[in-house]
């Protein structure tokens, strides 16, 4: 099993109990509003949903990376990454859902600096991008804070309501990653 540790957290790969955090995380109007893929309607569908992530967590070569967030014990969010359908924007992309009372205390931010390091350091990733509405603040702001930048806006149209949303994509390559460090490392 995979288990990468930040300062607060524990990231391990999907164990079947997880359906409850699943399913709390679907529950949240906040969360499914920009995570279109968590509107789950039963525990039953929570449980599917994180079977399928196990599996894909075990094929060989491994390509889809789905932790759970572990703090104190608890598993308080969710952290996917896999190989994107394109491969010209980056060699993994992500996506990322935390439980509203754990909002706006650094986790996810902590958690993608987490998940970075490993995919550029054991993953040997050359590039590495994630999407948000630019109405995402807190995403985007996620993403900002791990280095990444700005490559690109496009309009996409709601699913239910078919409205048109600014979306961005943020990227960051290996080199980046590395200068960014460096300058952590020396203050
Ligand atoms: C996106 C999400 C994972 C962020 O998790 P988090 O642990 O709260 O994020 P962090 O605390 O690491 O950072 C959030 C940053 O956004 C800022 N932020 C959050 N909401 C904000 C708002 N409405 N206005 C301005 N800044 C905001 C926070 O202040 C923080 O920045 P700071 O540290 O510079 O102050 C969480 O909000 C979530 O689960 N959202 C629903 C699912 C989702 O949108 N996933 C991404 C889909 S693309």
Not at 86 to 114: C, I, K, N, V
Not at 155 to 167: F, K, P, R, V
Request: negative net charge; aromatic residues 10%; hydrophobic residues 40%.
């Amino acid at each position: 099993m995979l288990m990468l540790h930040t300062a607060r957290l524990v990231l391990r790969d999907l164990v079947e109990s997880d359906w409850t955090l699943v399913n709390a995380l679907s529950q949240e109007r906040t969360v499914t509003q920009y995570q279109t893929w968590l509107r789950l309607h039963s525990p039953a569908e929570a449980l599917q949903w994180v079977r399928n992530g196990m599996e894909h967590n075990a094929l060989h070569p491994r390509q889809a990376y789905n932790l759970a967030l572990v703090h104190q014990n608890q598993a308080i969010g969710w952290l996917g990454w896999g190989r994107p359908t394109d491969g010209t924007q980056g060699d993994y992309d992500f996506g990322d859902a935390l439980l509203p009372s754990m909002w706006r205390h650094g986790f996810m931010s902590e958690a993608l600096q987490g998940a970075l390091s490993y995919m550029f350091q054991s993953l040997k990733a050359r590039q590495v991008f994630g999407e948000c509405a630019s109405m995402n603040i807190a995403s985007a702001r996620v993403m900002e804070k791990v280095g990444m930048t700005l490559s690109a806006t496009w309009i996409e149209h709601d699913d239910t309501t078919g409205e048109a949303e600014e979306h961005r994509r943020y990227a960051i390559d290996v080199k980046a990653w590395q200068d960014a460090n460096k300058i952590m490392r020396t203050g």
